[in-house]
């Protein structure tokens, strides 16, 4: 970023540092915390692939973001790795200086083939979605599409390839699979991978979520101190949305997000991008702008460059903060699975 440029910022005085890139609105499996399948069955409509950004218009956009200051970018979906060709989007975003981190959000189903692909084009690290490695509990809660063992060779394939450090995210819903989050956090403790326990969230509009299915981050580090005791550490980088534990025996750390509990809206440094090129400013967002139009429409780089400056210089969210005062969670608000967790 040029550094005679003052750094960009929203209303809230928050800077622009990280941006989520959706490449697909579906995905191969139906949990049903973000993409129940009584809502998203084989009758349901997804975006067409004329619809979609293409890859040298997601490239194009992403130097302007890497320009006003973001360092981060995450492929997410749906499934990322259900776009077809999606290493070749990997290499041309790999190629934009001032990259600092380029990560993929994963189910792990597809990565045995993808992974060696994917390393080689640039990218750093995976992060990994399992909730459970118990498999009547996991199969639950991915709608019956994926064994555990096939998310663990998943990871395997991305260890080989060293898509590393490994992160797994955890969706925890009491009742559900809190039961067997020791179980897990053991598990990744022994492997070397990064847990990152996420407390269950209002997600879209379809995932029938209740406060009373939300397991506090301060019971999941409880439950897990009380058998693997825990010390809390720093954030690595401002606007990093984990509570950071390490184990007191130095084997490793985990995280916990926090977001209903103990809301980060402040110090949120993350911008959105739908598969279809609208920019959304907060997870729980109802409003963007669509960056597609001007695309098509041959814009020009400083046009388009004032669009996305506009859009994040008008930021305001903060919906994990007033979620608690209001007497019923925001309707109509975008779905997870259309621009990434």
Known sequence: MDQLQPQLQDRLARPLRDVRISVTDRCNFRCPYCMP????????????????????????????????????????????LMRQQIERLVAMLSGIEGVGDLALTTNGYLLPEKAPALKE?????????????????????????????????????????????????????????????????????????ILRLIEYMDVGNQNGWRMDQVLSADEMAARI?????????????????????????????????????????????????????????CLFGTHSTDLREPLRAGVTDADLESIVRGTWGQRADRYSEVRAQLKQPRSHKVEMHHIGG
């Open 37 to 80: 399948a009584e809502f998203f069955g084989e009758h349901f409509h997804f975006l067409p692939r004329e619809d979609l950004l293409q890859f040298e218009e997601i490239t194009r956009l992403a130097r302007f973001f890497v320009k006003l200051g973001a360092v981060k970018l995450r492929l997410t979906g749906g499934e990322p």
């Open 121 to 193: 084009a640039g990218l750093h690290r995976v992060t990994v979605s399992l909730d459970s490695l118990d498999d009547a509990v996991f199969r639950r809660m991915n709608g019956g599409k994926s064994s555990v063992e096939r998310v663990l060779q998943g990871i395997q394939a991305a260890e080989r390839a060293a898509l590393t450090p490994i992160k797994i995210n955890a969706v925890v819903q009491r009742g559900v699979n809190d039961h067997t989050l020791i179980d897990l956090a053991r598990y990744c403790k022994d492997q070397g991978y």
């Open 225 to 281: 101190d009380a058998v693997m005791p825990l010390e809390p550490i720093e954030a690595n980088y401002q606007g990093e949305v984990a509570l950071r534990f390490r184990y007191r025996d130095g084997g490793g750390e985990l995280g916990m997000i926090a977001s209903v509990t103990k809301p980060f809206c402040g110090s949120c440094t993350r911008l959105r991008l739908s598969p279809e090129g609208k920019l959304f400013t």
